[in-house]
């Protein structure tokens, strides 16, 4: 995630205009990419001038020590002083995947690093939430790896941001786990999974997106539904796919849901 982003370094306002033109409300930028716009002051301007807000901001870490690396500790610092400028966006922190070799330490490691990190944050008053994910070589990716790691959150400081594609890529039915741990959710991602060998694009995988969103407006969910897509067409066409993905959610999803 840190390498691949830098083909979209001090291309964020780009990103927000798109997302404007797609007719969604909000964003989340990976923190290790998002170049000039790093600048509180240049963000909310860029933002101001779409009508975008800052859903969240995606904090990406190795976090394979007990704790946290003095660099990792700087950047996670510099990404909660940034998120103090925008009230109520989520701080939404990621492992990068690095292996499942020796895998109980490593997501000891993986849990205390980031309740490390939304302690200090919620101090600050910025809210928390982690997401897992599911390449092969990540410590978060299977039925057990939820259990400890989401088990293992403190839930006074963290929630737990349930990425649709991540979870059925990893085995498991996203709303049953959902509905599992519906206390922790503060944030979603969607995406969607054909298992061909991923994800597809949204509308045309198997992931049931209308009946997730309908379960989320039954429980009266509050918070933002951030759409991934990483179908192939998005590495190709990333402005086109935004399109696309707006235009499917206001003629297809919304309409579904009663």
Same mark, same amino acid.
């Given at each position: ?43 909310? *301007? ?40 925008? $009230?109520?966006?989520?701080? !939404?922190?990621? @492992?990068? =995947? ?28 910025? $809210? !928390?939430?982690?997401? $897992?994910?599911? =390449? ?25 941001? =349930? ?9 498991? *039915? ?19 999974? *054909? ?23 039954? @429980? ?6 951030? !759409? ?31």
């Amino acid at each position: 995630m840190k390498e691949s982003g830098k083909f979209w370094n001090n291309q964020l306002d780009h990103m927000i205009e798109v997302t404007a033109q797609a007719g969604m409300t909000g964003i989340e930028p990976i923190h290790s990419w998002m170049g000039d716009l790093s600048d509180p002051e240049k963000l909310k *301007d860029s933002l101001q001038s779409h009508g975008i807000e800052l859903a969240a901001i995606a904090f990406v870490q190795d976090w394979n020590q007990p704790e946290e690396t003095d660099q990792e500790k700087q950047e996670a610092q510099e990404t909660i002083e940034l998120l103090k400028h925008f $009230p109520g966006a989520v701080l !939404c922190t990621v @492992q990068m =995947p690095t292996g499942r070799h020796d895998l109980k330490q490593r997501r000891k490691n993986l849990v205390a690093n980031v309740n490390a990190v939304s302690r200090r944050a919620t101090e600050a008053g910025v $809210p !928390c939430s982690f997401h $897992p994910n599911s =390449p092969e070589t990540s410590t978060n990716r299977t039925e057990e790896d939820y259990t400890v790691i989401l088990e293992g959150l403190d839930a006074t400081v963290t929630g737990w941001t =349930p990425d649709v594609g991540h979870i059925i890529n990893g085995g498991m *039915d996203p709303l049953k786990k959902m509905k599992q741990y519906s206390e922790l959710i503060n944030h979603v991602h969607y995406k969607d999974w *054909d298992g061909q060998p991923e994800f597809a694009l949204m509308g045309e995988g198997k992931v049931d997106l209308t009946g997730i969103t309908q379960w989320l407006h039954d @429980q009266d969910y509050k918070g933002w539904i951030i !759409c991934e897509d990483e179908a192939p067409q998005a590495v190709d066409d990333p402005d086109g796919v935004t399109i696309h993905d707006g235009q499917w959610i206001r003629e297809t999803l919304i309409p579904s849901i009663h």
